[in-house]
């Protein structure tokens, strides 16, 4: 979840969509001209998720700025695991 959260401040759309399920994920996502300003990410809780799981969920706030009102995303994630890596399914705001 950081490393999506990270991507995002980054607009790093190559990485968000890589460990994004290749069943769910977008065809593409242009981050270039985004103007959200990322102010912190907070993780609420999670559940499994560990080594040794193949699923997992957290639920977390990003507050962000954007056209100068500051505002926040609060979600309940899921993810998967394939191999080594975690895959954001999807989310309920």
């Given at each position: ?39 912190g990410?907070?993780v ?8 040794f ?41």
């Open positions: 979840m950081r490393s999506r959260y990270s991507a995002f401040v980054l607009r790093n759309s190559r990485y968000l969509l890589a460990t994004w399920d290749p069943a769910l994920r977008p065809a593409r996502l242009d981050l270039k001209h985004d103007k959200t300003e990322w102010l990410l907070q609420v809780s999670t559940e499994a998720g560990t080594e799981d193949s699923v997992g969920r957290v639920e977390f706030i990003a507050r962000y700025r954007i056209h100068g009102k500051t505002a926040e995303l609060h979600e309940h994630s899921r993810f998967r695991k394939e191999g080594p890596a975690w895959l954001y399914i999807d989310g309920e705001v």
